[in-house]
Every structure is written in C-alpha cells, then in structure tokens.
C-alpha cells in the first residue's frame, strides 16, 4: 500500500514537472524578445545630410547693349577670357539701323530746340501804357488851358463887377449888358473846366489800368520765358543722353558689333542667346575671385550650423570625402538658409552639384543618454521601460517596468534625461512585438 501511495506521489511531480516546463515553454513562445542597454554618459551629435553646388565668391556684372540683335557668342562658359577680349558679336546691319535711328533722332530733337529758342526770344511791341499815357498829358494840357481860361474870364467878370455904376443911363445899361456877357463866359469856362477835370480823371484811370496791364504783361513775358529755358534746359539733358547713346552706338560699329570683357575672369554666363533682341536687362556674368562650396541647411537645423564647423562633402564625379569648414551663412534668392566654404581649387565648373555630412558633437556632456528608440510618451510625459527580475507563477522572469524620465535635449539618434535609473538597469530599446509595462519580455544576447 505504501508503494502504492508513493508511486502516486511521484507521478504526481512527474506530471506536475512536464506541466510546468511545456509552461515555460508555451510562455517563452508568446513573450517579446527585446534589447537592452545601459543609460550612458556622453554628449550629443547635431547631424545632418543635403546637396549643394560649386559657386562663384566674387562676380562681375556686364549688362549688353539695349536694342541689339546677337548674332554670336564667341566664348562659352566656363571659359577663361581677358579683358578686352570678345565676348558676344552684335548683328552689324541691325547696329547700323540703331545708329541712323538714334541720329535722326538728334536732328529732330536740335530743330525742336532751335524752334523753341525763337519761341522764347522777346517779342517787339508797344508797352500798353503808350497809349493811356498819350491820352493823359492831352487830358492834362486840356485842363491846364480850361484853368487858364476860367481864371481870365473870373478875373475880367471880377474887374466888371468892380466898376462904378454910370450916371448916365445908358452908361448904366451897358455895363450891366457887359456883366452878363462876362458871366456868360465865366459859366462857359467853369462847364469847360469841370468837362477838363473829369477827362482828366478818366485819363488818369485809364493810365493806371494800362500800367497794371502792362506789369501783368511782363510777368507772364518773364514767366514764358523761364518755362522757355527750362524746356530748352530739359532739351539739352535729352540731347547729351541721346549724344551718348550714339556715341556707344558709334563705339559698338567701329568695334564690328564685338562686346568685350571689362576685365579677367571665367565666363560664367553671356546673358542673351544668338538671335535674342537685347532689352537692357541682359548681363555677361564673368567670375573672377575665388569659388565656394555651398549646402542647404534643413529648416530644422538652422541654428546649429555656425561659422567655423565643418562638413564633409562629395564633389560630382570625385568618390573622396573633402572636409570644408564652414565661412559663412546666408540666405539665397529663395529664402533658404545656406552655409558656404571657400575652396581653394579654382578648378572647378559653376553649378557642380555636391553632396554632403554635417556632424558636430555639443560641448555639453550629460550624465544619462538612451537612445530615442527607447523613450515613451504617455499623457505628456516622458518614461522609458527597464528589464527587472520579477517573480511569478512560472518562477522568476523578466518583466518590463515603466520608469519616468525627463528629456534634457534630442538629437537625431539620442536623448539626455534626467531619471533615477540606477547605472545597471537594462533599458529596452527593441522589441519583437509591442511591450508595456507589466509585460514579461525576454532578453536577446
């Protein structure tokens, strides 16, 4: 009986083993593999990739002749020229028509000036005072000879009525027929007088209308003939740009139509094709200082690229790495931000396109950086989740535990935090499956 009872116990241990190791093993089939790492201490790395081209550091502009006919480009780009050399050719019948053009358009505007000479020159004429003038020394002769008259025929009325009376009857009466024919006359030299004074008065009315008259009259002479000046002043400030032009013009024939170079340099661009009718707006570009590698800095990445770093870039058709430092940041024609190296090798084509790596590490160094595989976010804020030795139903097993962090500053790869992770814990920085917290993970070698 009692063998019985023990063969029962152990079978029981025996079943009981199997059970729990095709446990283990069902389990170790269903957990996730994961990756572990140490927190470590270190600083962090500002990368990044782009493209970019080979640039010209110092250019000159060269703007061609307004209005001509190309015919030729004489240098292609890229080319070395010298100053004096030619560049474009100019259509020489097309030039000639420009130069007839542009001398009848002297003539035309020298005639317009010479019309406008004599339309500004004085005019003869009688002042509007002449006149009035006339009038008034006639008005005031005519009131001197009424005073006069009037005074000579009051003195003769006077002197009459001075005289005695006569006796005699007849005496009597004759003087009194003598006093009325004096007062006659005195009343005919007061109506002349009076009539005298009141021409007078008008005259001199007249007179001062026509000297205001004439004052006006000078003002606006004086006025017509400065806007006669200042018409031929803007005449002749036509005139010498229009004399330039056709000395340019004249330039331009007696060269054959040949644009030059200003000074040396690289072809860079001729401004205009063979057939183009030039605008003004046309430029030779010629490169003559030294040339610069360029890159585009991701919008991102703006402030970390600074005077002074370095990139390491590839040239197209070169295989080799060529470290450049950093000269300087600007901006292009569109807004986005570049760095720019100088180069010494002044053998390179503009617009060849590069490649290149930035990499800087911070001066900062922190205590704790994981790699940003392993940081979580829930709820706004940060943890990561740590391999710890747990024990269950199964026995002891790794299981993931959530440990919250603060994140100092990221770069690409890391981040540094701030958290109570002891040095030793293992962080799960992969995963063959989703793992949370309170999962059973188990550790890859």
Known sequence: MKKKISKMILSFFIVMLCCTLIARGASSMTVAKVKTERAGRGSLT???DGTGS???KDKVYQSLPKDQKVIDILVSPGSAVHAGEGIVRLDPAYLEEQYTQQAQEIEKLKLRMEQQRI???????TPATAQAQLGLDEAADALTAAQ???QEAWSRYEAAMAEQIPDQ???AAALEEKKQQLQSELETAEDVLETAERSYRSAQGAC???RQDEANTQANEASEAKASRAALAEMEVELTALQSKMDKLAGLRDSGGIVTAQTDGILESAGAGEGTITTGTEQIVLITGSMEACGV???DKIATAAEGDEVEAVIQGETKKKPLKIGRIGQDEEGRFLWYAPLSDTSYRVGTKLTFHYSKKSQDSYDKLIPLTALREAGGSSYVLIAEIRSGILGESYTAVRVDV???????NLAAVETNLPEEAKIIIESSKYVKEGDRVRLTE
């Open 148 to 150: 006069e008259a009037y």
């Open 119 to 125: 339309a500004g020159a004085v005019k003869a004429r």
């Open 406 to 412: 603060t994140v100092l500053k990221k770069d690409d």
């Open 54 to 56: 080979i640039q010209a």
């Open 297 to 299: 800095i991701p919008d």
């Open 208 to 210: 001062n209308i026509a």
């Open 46 to 48: 500002d990368e990044f």
């Open 169 to 171: 009857e007849e005496d």
